[in-house]
């Protein structure tokens, strides 16, 4: 478990990972959460639980391209609903902590954002720190996807992103490299296995790489293409219990602004010719609607009936841009 400081909360940060324990830190991240309305094109098979503008007087604070969430609590009055969290960014930070929602309001109790280390505890920097995407799973802990200098690490409770397997990704464009990343979680076919969805997709698709049993010592990763309709390109996907893979996807022009959709399939479908046939679209949050620029998606259950779809957007650091906690429920 991911238990940074979150002691007196009563629940580790994730519970769902029983994979890393580190030593408690005080809370020190101060955020506020202010609720926003959003207004998609459309919705099928989801609501929207929630929206909020995430805020914070770190300069630090922003630029959130990866997100996980554990699902469930620990059944303690403290803890019910409370779910934690970690989010990365392209400036190679790790933030992480708890938060809970109710349709009018959003609590958050995070941690200082923490700098990614390499093996001699130096800072990640400049193309090396851009981390992209992450992904919690059965026996990974944590892994991070970076662009530019593409590749796939672990990354441990005390911030060290630590080496694995040589695994190339040298094949994918300099500033376009994996922007999504899925673990598939135990119950479903392939447990364990890492799946990395590039963002832009070539005339023949989408790179898709899936490295069986996962990315220890030896793994190899083995490509195939994805196809999907539209401009939009791929930022962010998690799988769900049922082995439902689920896409953040994004288009950006810059005299409209950003359209976002929202997708589902079954993991199957996405190694196979018709996985646009097979693919759902859950919401479209067009130019209009409020959306930012959404990067990370996670998935999580409270129970049974009730699975949720995180986002977080990816403010680029920007005045003109914000960080966004948008919250769905699947309905159907």
């Avoid at 300069?59 to 009055?77: E, T």
């Avoid at 046939?277 to 959404?294: C, H, K, Q, V, Y």
């Avoid at 949720?308 to 650091?317: A, E, P, Q, V």
Wanted: hydrophobic share 45%.
């Amino acid at each position: 478990m991911l238990k940074r400081g979150l002691g007196l909360l009563g629940i580790s940060v994730l519970s769902a990972t029983g994979a890393l324990a580190c030593e408690g830190k005080d809370v020190a991240l101060q955020i506020v959460a202010e609720e926003v309305t959003l207004t998609p094109d459309t919705l099928d098979g989801v609501r929207i639980e929630g929206a909020w503008e995430l805020t914070s007087p770190d300069p630090s604070f922003g630029g959130f391209s990866g997100l996980v969430v554990a699902s469930g609590h620990d059944g303690s009055a403290e803890g019910d609903g409370l779910r934690g969290f970690v989010a990365i960014g392209d400036r190679g930070l790790s933030m992480s902590g708890v938060y809970r929602t109710d349709r009018a309001d959003c609590i958050i109790e995070a941690l200082t954002n923490e700098q990614l280390l390499d093996l001699n505890r130096e800072a990640l920097s400049g193309d090396a720190a851009d981390a992209e995407a992450l992904a919690a799973g059965p026996g990974a802990g944590l892994l991070i996807a970076f662009e530019r200098g593409h590749r796939i690490q672990h990354l441990t409770c005390d911030g060290v992103v630590s080496v694995l397997a040589d695994l190339s990704f040298t094949t994918l464009p300099f500033n376009a490299g994996l922007e999504a990343l899925a673990i598939v979680p135990e119950g479903v076919d392939g447990a364990g296995d890492v799946i990395a969805i590039a963002e832009r997709a070539g005339e023949d698709g989408f790179p898709v790489f899936r490295i069986a049993g996962g990315v220890e010592g030896g793994a190899s990763a083995v490509e195939t293409r994805l196809m999907l309709p539209g401009p939009h390109r791929v930022t962010g996907a998690d799988i769900g219990a049922d082995g439902t893979l689920y896409l953040v996807r994004r288009h950006y022009d810059p005299l409209i602004g950003v359209d976002i959709v929202i997708e589902a399939m079954p993991l199957p479908a996405l190694f196979a010719p018709d996985a646009a046939a097979a693919t759902r679209r859950l919401a479209r949050f067009g130019p209009e609607s409020g959306i930012d620029n959404m990067e990370a998606i996670a998935v999580s259950w409270l129970g049974a009936d009730e699975t949720r779809l995180t986002l977080i957007s990816d403010d680029n650091f920007s005045n003109d841009q914000r960080t966004l906690l948008l919250e769905l429920r699947l309905t159907e």
